[in-house]
Nanobody
């Protein structure tokens, strides 16, 4: 059974940091790209970052330079380090697994975790 478990969300003030974790089981992270998406109330799901099977990374313009995605293959865990957080980063963050890295096509993702809430207060 494939499972993705996102964790690490919380409430921080503007300028703070959080590290999200996506624990993957049932599939090898070396065979799937892992993407991070977020969804704020009333908005569509938005691609934030992804890491491909070869380790290449992609970021949306809104988080480039502030967020960093990484992988610990031994732990089958992908991390999203979020720095310099802004109120507009407030959303539920989801991790998903896909055959290729995409920030624009949530439908490309075969598996999703349950999401973790990130709230940034001003």
């Amino acid at each position: 059974e494939v499972q993705l478990q996102a964790s690490g969300g919380g409430r921080v003030q503007t300028g703070g940091s959080l590290r999200l974790s996506c624990s993957v089981s049932g599939i090898g992270t070396g065979h799937y790209a892992i993407g991070w998406f977020r969804q704020a109330p009333g908005k569509e799901r938005e691609g934030v970052s992804c890491i491909g099977v070869s380790g290449y990374t992609r970021y949306s313009d809104s988080v480039k330079g502030r967020f960093a995605v990484s992988e610990d293959a031994a732990k089958s865990t992908v991390y999203l380090q979020m720095n310099s957080l802004k109120p507009e980063d407030t959303a539920i963050y989801y991790c998903g697994a896909a055959l290729f890295c995409s920030l624009v096509s949530p439908e490309a993702y075969n598996y999703w975790g349950q999401g973790t809430q990130v709230t940034v207060s001003s």
